[in-house]
Nanobody, 120 residues
Framework: VQLVESGGGLVQPGGSLRLSCAAS????????MGWYRQAPGKERELVAI???????NYSDFVKGRFTISRDNAKNAVYLQMDKLEPEDTAVYYC???????????????WGQGTQVTVSA
């Protein structure tokens, strides 16, 4: 099972970026998918998470600015980031809680991370 992110980059304050993540491999089922981030010198933190039914939750620091969405048919999750601030600069990681056909046990899988830099 692999999770591959794309869409990071450099953007000016107030700008927008859209992150994408696709899960592939021997996937039996996917429970939640989400985005986390880790800034230099800080611990990894939850940004947003979405269930297979589309229920989403956000950390307070992104409410009203970021939107998480999901395409179950493509095993994909997206993060639309608007009104970006310098404090949003971090490596963003995709997470999937899923079971594979190998053992049908749910576990967390992570992408390799994509850098988001917000700077003038």
């Amino acid at each position: 099972v692999q999770l591959v992110e794309s869409g990071g980059g450099l953007v000016q304050p107030g700008g927008s970026l859209r992150l994408s993540c696709a899960a592939s491999g021997s996937i039996f089922s996917i429970n939640t998918m989400g985005w986390y981030r880790q800034a230099p010198g800080k611990e990894r933190e939850l940004v947003a998470i979405i269930t297979s039914r589309g229920t989403s939750n956000y950390s307070d620091f992104v409410k009203g600015r970021f939107t998480i969405s999901r395409d179950n048919a493509k095993n994909a999750v997206y993060l639309q980031m608007d009104k970006l601030e310098p404090e949003d600069t971090a490596v963003y990681y995709c997470n999937g809680n899923l079971a594979s056909y190998d053992d049908y046990v749910r576990r967390d899988y992570w992408g390799q991370g994509t850098q988001v830099t917000v700077s003038a």
